[in-house]
C-alpha cells in the first residue's frame, strides 16, 4: 500500500502561480507512473498530467500545456505539479495518484490509477 499526501495548494490571483507536491510515503521497488488530476463540484474529476516513473516521459491536458509542468524527484519520492498563468477556471480541489504499472509508461486514464492523495484545493481569482 503506498499513501500520497499532497500540498501546496491555496488561493491566488489570474495570472499568480503555485507548485503542488506530493509526497509517497514509502519507496516501491520500481517507481510508479504518477498523474495529477483535477475535479469540481457537480463534474468528473479531470486529467491534468501525468509523468512516467522514470520522469522521461510527460502529457497534458490540453486546457493547461504551456502553463503547467510535471515533474518528479525520486529520490524523495515526491511529484510536482508547477502551475504558471493560473485562471479562474483552474480552480478545483487537485489530486495525485499513483499507477502500479512499470516504470516507462505514461498513464493518462484514471480509472488505470490505483492510489490517490486526499486532494488540496487551488483557488484563482479574477
Known amino acids: 500500500q503506498v499513501q500520497l499526501e499532497e500540498s501546496g495548494g491555496g488561493s491566488v490571483q489570474a495570472g499568480g502561480s503555485l507548485r503542488l507536491s506530493c509526497a509517497a510515503s514509502r519507496r516501491t521497488s520500481s517507481p510508479y507512473p504518477m498523474g495529477w488530476f483535477r475535479q469540481v463540484p457537480g463534474k468528473e474529476r479531470e486529467f491534468v498530467a501525468a509523468?512516467?516513473?522514470?520522469?522521461?516521459?510527460?502529457r497534458y491536458a490540453d486546457s493547461v500545456k504551456g502553463r503547467f509542468s510535471i515533474s518528479r524527484d525520486n529520490a524523495k519520492n515526491t511529484v510536482y505539479l508547477q502551475m504558471n498563468s493560473l485562471k479562474p477556471e483552474d480552480t478545483a480541489v487537485y489530486y495525485c495518484a499513483a499507477a502500479r504499472q512499470i516504470p516507462g509508461i505514461v498513464v493518462l486514464n484514471r480509472d488505470e490509477y490505483d492510489y490517490w492523495g486526499q486532494g488540496t484545493q487551488v483557488t484563482v481569482s479574477s
Open positions: 509523468i512516467s516513473g522514470s520522469g522521461g516521459g510527460t
